[in-house]
């Protein structure tokens, strides 16, 4: 079955973040998160990346990342210090792994813990810009929607 390449509905497609760093936040999301760089863009005014899961391509979802040539070098940090973007990972290990990757890195906001359902087992990092980036495994944000809404 072909996928139509046009919009046929409303949806939400995106979430848009300025950043003070364009390559030192591509470097961050794509060592530490699973996005990858879809397309970049650039103007007079500054430039910008579209960040994905690789090839989601049934339901694109996409983090745009902003440098603005006038703010350049200035953080402005618009998720803090609980508002946040949300990953979730498959393996409890997941969480772990990236944890240690931060905390190396210097950008572990929480440590790993377990919490409560219906949040799960989480810990948070902070972008260069120092926004939060919740990374959970068993939150089951994806596995509800899908049982709620699925076939």
Not at 12 to 25: C, N
Not at 33 to 45: G, Y
Not at 99 to 119: D, F, N, S, T
Request: hydrophobic share 40%; aromatic share 8%; charged share 25%.
């Amino acid at each position: 079955m072909a996928l139509s390449k046009t919009l046929t509905e409303a949806r939400w497609t995106h979430v848009a973040l300025p950043t003070s760093d364009l390559d030192k936040a591509i470097e961050f999301y794509t060592t530490l998160t699973p996005l990858v760089v879809v397309s970049t863009h650039e103007d007079k005014d500054g430039r910008n990346a579209w960040l994905s899961n690789d090839k989601q391509v049934e339901t694109p979802f996409v983090l745009v990342l902003v440098e603005f040539a006038k703010d350049k070098g200035k953080k402005q940090p618009q998720l803090t210090p609980f508002a946040h973007l949300g990953i979730e990972v498959p393996n409890r290990e997941d969480v772990d792994a990236i944890a240690a990757k931060g905390r190396e890195m210097g950008c572990l906001h929480w440590e790993p813990m377990q919490i409560p359902p219906p949040v799960g087992y989480v810990c948070a990092l902070t972008d260069p810009d120092g926004n939060v980036i919740e990374i959970s495994h068993d939150q089951k944000v994806y596995e509800e929607v899908r049982t709620l809404w699925g076939e």
